[in-house]
């Protein structure tokens, strides 16, 4: 079953540590796809996941519906 998780990353810039939040496409446990750097807003990445999981967003439209969110906030 696909499952959509918020995935984290941490940067290192001038000695100061900023986190990203991204979202990571599972199925059976097994990382099938990902984008990292979706925001550092982590309320609206885990938003955005549960919108994911609810609707049941295939997987074949993942990274164009996260990238229209992207634009729309931009």
Do not use: P, W
């Not at 990353?9 to 446990?29: P, R």
């Not at 750097?37 to 519906?65: A, D, E, P, Q, T």
Request: aromatic share 10%; glycine share 6%; with cysteine.
């Amino acid at each position: 079953m696909l499952k959509y998780t918020i995935c984290e990353t941490a940067t290192k810039v001038e000695e100061k540590d900023i986190i990203d939040y991204g979202i990571c496409a599972y199925v059976d446990d097994n990382l099938v796809d990902g984008i990292l750097h979706v925001s550092s807003n982590k309320k609206y990445v885990l938003k955005l996941v549960k919108m994911f999981n609810r609707g049941g967003l295939s997987l074949i439209h993942f990274k164009s519906v996260v990238e229209d969110f992207i634009n729309r906030v931009s």
